[in-house]
């Protein structure tokens, strides 16, 4: 990763196996959120543009789906925001 936030669609949960816990937090983010709204937008464009049957079938059932998705928060940037909130 480069620094930003990123969405893994991990329906299996094999994620938190594969990852270094130490450089990055897992979560499962929420239906409604800020990052979950954005990412269904980017779902829903590359829909639009590919007419992918995966993101179709994401789009279709997204309250479940949506659960299939891991937040990757790199750990450095975490504490980039807690330095700005108590500054």
Do not use: C
């Not at 937090?25 to 929420?30: D, H, K, V």
């Not at 937008?41 to 299939?68: C, M, Q």
């Amino acid at each position: 990763m480069t620094g930003g936030l990123a969405f893994v669609h991990d329906p299996h949960d094999r994620l938190p196996t594969r990852t270094q816990a130490s450089d990055v937090e897992l979560s499962r983010p929420a239906v409604e959120d800020h990052d979950t709204t954005e990412l269904h937008r980017l779902i829903a464009r590359h829909f639009e543009l590919t007419k992918s049957p995966i993101a179709e079938a994401i789009l279709d059932n997204w309250p479940e789906k949506v659960g299939e998705f891991y937040k990757v928060t790199p750990r450095a940037l975490l504490a980039l925001r807690k330095g700005s909130k108590s500054a």
